[in-house]
């Protein structure tokens, strides 16, 4: 038996063509498009690689040229494509998402195109039975099993499988009121969170789809008594203007009953704030999963990861190690620093 996993993270969920228009203009009145890539868990298999662990995404795309520009942009971010299964029918259909940045007091707007996709017909009798033992960590999101009755399916059975091999499952609510009820999210996510290691919820959905009451830290504990979780993480963010935010964090550690905080990020120069939840996401993985479940590494690293996100067009990151770590001891700094990296 093998005891190394073949992979760090594995994570399942919808890859998406993201079309933008320049700079600040209109989807109601710009003539052209940038052509990127995007989809939450692809977001964070790709900051975790970019920062050093193996990771690899699962999903279904159409057999046909845009299904091969995704899978060339997932091999770009150092993803494994070895997961990736085709739908050679007909009807094979690529999601679609309109981007249209903002500027204060216009905020940024989303249009999505997204039913009937090729993802939507993903089953786990696309994969062989090896799939489920090749992984540290298994992470999909409230976004995957929104989808359709038949992605849920999927995306329930496959967390089951992957717990009875002993591996780690992150799980992130990233509730989207465009896809499914609070009443809907909360059932769901109710069912699978028995078999929830690493968990993700914000204090707003937390209050509102899952009805909790009492301040952050209580609520963040209170999922680790009423389920088996290890580990829950809630970001902050202040959103000063579309151009202008602040972004923080809170771990929590049920083994050590320990909270993990620091300064946020202040005033950070928003570029694209798309991805950059998922980047917290892949920052707070890698702290764990290469530091030996350090939460403190954890949240610096997600606050980290995210704040940089944050100044970077589109939905992945592009940020490695190196540059990760400079950004988190320039945080810790209270002196002068340099205005520029050479």
Not at 79 to 108: F, Q
Not at 115 to 133: G, H, P, Q, R
Not at 178 to 200: H, Q, R
């Amino acid at each position: 038996m093998k005891n190394k996993k073949d992979f760090d993270i594995l994570a399942l969920g919808e890859l998406l063509l993201r079309l933008s228009p320049p700079n600040n203009e209109r989807l109601t009145r710009g003539e052209t498009f940038q052509k990127q890539v995007g989809g939450a868990e692809l977001n964070v298999v790709s900051g975790a690689s970019l920062l050093g662990l193996r990771t690899g995404i699962i999903s279904k795309l159409p057999s046909n040229d845009m299904g091969t520009f995704i899978k060339n942009r997932v091999r770009f971010c150092g993803v494994s494509d070895d997961y990736l299964v085709y739908d050679t029918s007909k009807d094979a259909r690529l999601g679609v998402y309109y981007y249209e940045n903002g500027a204060h007091p216009r905020k940024p707007s989303i249009v999505y195109d997204r039913m009937y996709t090729s993802m939507n017909k993903i089953d786990v009798s696309d994969f062989s039975e090896d799939l489920y033992a090749s992984a540290r960590c298994f992470h999909t999101s409230g976004i995957t099993l929104a989808l359709s009755p038949q992605a849920r399916r999927t995306g329930i059975e496959m967390i089951k499988r992957f717990k009875e091999q002993g591996t780690i499952i992150s799980f992130d609510v990233n509730f989207r009121g465009n896809l499914w009820s609070g009443e809907e999210a909360k059932a769901c996510i109710e069912e699978i969170l028995p078999y929830v290691d690493i968990f993700f919820c914000s204090e707003d959905t937390a209050r509102l789809t899952f009805l909790k009451e009492g301040n952050l830290k209580d609520i963040m504990k209170s999922f680790t008594q009423d389920y088996p979780v290890s580990i829950v993480a809630s970001t902050q963010r202040i959103v000063h203007s579309p151009k202008v935010h602040t972004f923080g964090s809170v771990v929590y550690d049920a083994k050590s009953d320990t909270y993990f905080e620091e300064d946020p990020y202040r005033d950070i120069d928003v570029v694209d704030r798309i991805g950059s939840g998922d980047a917290f996401i892949s920052g707070a993985l890698y702290g764990l999963l290469a530091h030996d479940f350090d939460c403190q590494k954890a949240m610096e690293y997600g606050d980290a990861t995210s704040a940089v996100k944050n100044t970077i067009p589109g939905d992945l990151p592009s940020s490695d190690l190196t540059e990760i770590n400079r950004i988190i001891s320039a945080h810790k700094q209270t002196g002068r620093q340099s205005e520029m990296d050479r």
